[in-house]
């Protein structure tokens, strides 16, 4: 018999427990032999006296080395900062604090891709079918790194901060993908015609390592003219490369594209850890009412089963999720299911129709 392979699971806030659950329920139901541990952490946490993001989490996903994490709330506009003490992937002893439970995750297990595939299912209501993209977000560095400071009461300043090596790094990782996968164009997106030193170094370094793979056909493209360009015409694109803060705001526009952020699934990848979440954030004002479109998180977990190899599981979950969409009796409601719709409902019709 195989060995079951062990998930951390990070249930999070305001709906990430629904949709969490619904996502375990399914992959559990798929086949693949998974051992959960449910590790609290965010906002929940703190309300249960517990530290937004303690050291077992830490422990866990350094353990596991997989997590599948549903969304965790930061406060907006207010100065909120997570501390982080050592643990087993960071022995060091002084602490380190960060804006918001993702970032220190990131951070901390030098998460430093984040992938988010942008696909239209034909069920699903959109402005657009057939899109297909697959956006490679550099994860580790630009704005992101929360470098700011007040200069005096009226005046606040942030430093963007771009690598070459980041760039270098994350530009192999989606090429090595495009490869993998079989997919043939990247865009790589860019302000350098203002931001000349940041963004052109993150377009010559990024290019640098197109040109090492010929059968990638690589262009650069100016970011608002990309998102002029993705919302006019999709299908002119397949595959993206951008630094942090524009890539947190295409995959947005992404989904958008597709039906919404409850279609949009994202994964974290480094070295040693790989953490699945979706897309959305945590929804409190719909929290608790069954409500709560599951279809993100479920997609995030398959591309956590496709991670490892449960490729045959992760295309039961996808044919049995297209087949449900379809009927679109049980679904949630913004999917256009009816009274008998919802987070459990739909959970059901997917373990069925497996």
């Given at each position: ?6 998930i ?31 590790q ?36 907006f506009?207010?100065?909120y ?5 050592a ?55 630009d704005?992101?790194?929360g470098?700011?400071r ?13 690598t070459?090596?980041?760039?270098t790094r994350?530009a ?19 302000k ?8 052109g ?44 803060l524009?890539g ?11 039906g ?7 994964a ?5 850890c ?10 409190p ?5 069954d409500?709560a ?34 009927r ?14 919802g ?10 129709a497996?």
């Amino acid at each position: 018999m195989a060995s079951r392979r062990e998930i951390t699971l990070i249930p999070g806030d305001g709906i990430g427990p629904e949709v969490t659950a619904a996502a375990r329920a399914i992959v559990d139901a798929s086949g693949a032999a998974f051992d959960w541990d449910v590790q609290p952490a965010g906002l929940a946490a703190q309300a249960s006296g517990l530290p937004a993001l303690g050291p077992a989490v830490f422990e866990s996903i350094g353990r596991t080395g997989l997590a599948l994490k549903g969304p965790t709330g930061t406060p907006f506009g207010t100065p909120y900062r997570i501390e982080v003490g050592a643990h087993r992937m960071n022995p060091k002893p002084e602490p380190r604090v960060y804006p918001s439970v993702a970032i220190a995750l990131r951070k901390e297990f030098d998460l430093y891709m984040n992938l988010r595939p942008i696909r239209s299912f034909p069920a699903v209501p959109s402005r657009y079918q057939d899109v297909d993209l697959l956006i490679f977000r550099e994860n580790s560095e630009d704005l992101y790194l929360g470098r700011e400071r007040m200069v005096d009461d009226d005046t606040a300043e942030a430093i963007k901060t771009i690598t070459r090596g980041a760039t270098t790094r994350a530009a192999k990782f989606a090429c090595e993908t495009m490869v993998r996968l079989g997919r043939k164009k990247l865009a790589v997106a860019h302000k350098s015609n203002v931001l000349k030193l940041t963004d052109g170094l993150f377009l010559r370094a990024a290019m640098d390592v197109a040109a090492q793979y010929p059968q990638i056909e690589a262009r650069d493209r100016v970011i608002d003219a990309l998102c002029m360009e993705l919302v006019l015409a999709p299908d002119r694109y397949d595959c993206l490369l951008l630094a942090n803060l524009y890539g947190d705001i295409v995959s947005d526009l992404g989904a958008g594209l597709v039906g919404g952020l409850g279609m949009a699934p994202g994964a974290n990848i480094g070295e040693q850890c790989a953490i699945f979440e979706a897309v959305h954030g945590t929804a409190p004002d719909i929290a608790g009412r069954d409500l709560a479109n599951p279809m993100a998180m479920i997609l995030s977990a398959t591309m956590l089963l496709k991670h490892v190899g449960e490729l045959e599981a992760a295309a039961r979950i996808e044919r049995a999720l297209t087949s449900v969409l379809e009927r679109r009796d049980r679904v949630t409601g913004d999917l256009g299911g009816g009274p008998g719709g919802g987070t459990q409902a739909m959970t059901q019709a997917i373990i069925e129709a497996m």
